[in-house]
Every structure is written in structure tokens, then in C-alpha cells.
């Protein structure tokens, strides 16, 4: 009799979308040490409208860029990962998980 795997596990609480975590901590690295968007991105060798897209939780940034994005602030690459410490913060993330886009216009 062949084997059948069972579905993973839903956990009862909201998952906050890594990327909109991601985002919020960035924001957060920014502030703490006093840099614009655009400093950030010049920093990081990118282009100030994909850091936005980075911050927003809306793009995905490869571990290269996460590794560039944590030189700029000369940080451990691990700090980018850690949850945001602001409270305000935290409920903003679990509030804000983008939707994903299925390439249909809205009007």
C-alpha cells in the first residue's frame, strides 16, 4: 500500500509575510542610523525605487543584495532578519501583508 503524505499544518495565528518583515526592519536599520532612501540605495549599489519596493514589502531581495543592503549599514546580515523592536511596527507588519497580484487591472 503506497504511503501518503499528509498536508502541512496551518497554524491558527496570522504568518506576517517575511518580505513585509523584511521591509519594516530595513526601514527601521534606516532610521536608527539617520539615512535617506536614496543613501541606503546608493550604498547598497541600487537603485533608490527598488529599495522602496524593498522597504514596501512588495519586492524580493536576493541573499547577494540582502548581503550589499547589511555593508551599507555595516551590519551582520543576520541583523536584517531580526524582528523590528518598535511595537508600533510589529502590528503594522501583521496588518499590511500585500496582496498578491494576479495581473488583473483594477478600475
Known amino acids: 500500500m503506497p504511503q501518503t503524505r499528509s498536508a502541512p499544518s496551518v497554524s491558527s495565528h496570522r504568518e506576517v509575510d517575511p518580505r513585509v518583515a523584511l521591509g519594516f526592519r530595513i526601514k527601521e536599520l534606516r532610521a536608527e ?20 519596493r524593498v522597504e514596501s514589502g512588495v519586492a524580493n531581495p536576493t541573499l547577494t543584495m540582502l548581503y550589499q543592503i547589511a555593508g551599507a549599514f555595516g551590519v551582520d546580515v543576520r541583523e536584517l532578519l531580526t524582528p523590528v523592536t518598535s511595537a508600533n511596527v510589529a502590528r503594522r507588519v ?3 501583508v500585500p496582496t498578491p497580484s494576479r495581473g488583473r487591472v483594477r478600475r
Open 94 to 96: 501583521k496588518s499590511s
Open 33 to 52: 542610523h539617520g539615512l535617506t532612501q536614496e543613501e541606503l540605495a546608493e550604498r547598497s549599489g541600487m537603485f533608490r525605487t527598488y529599495m522602496s
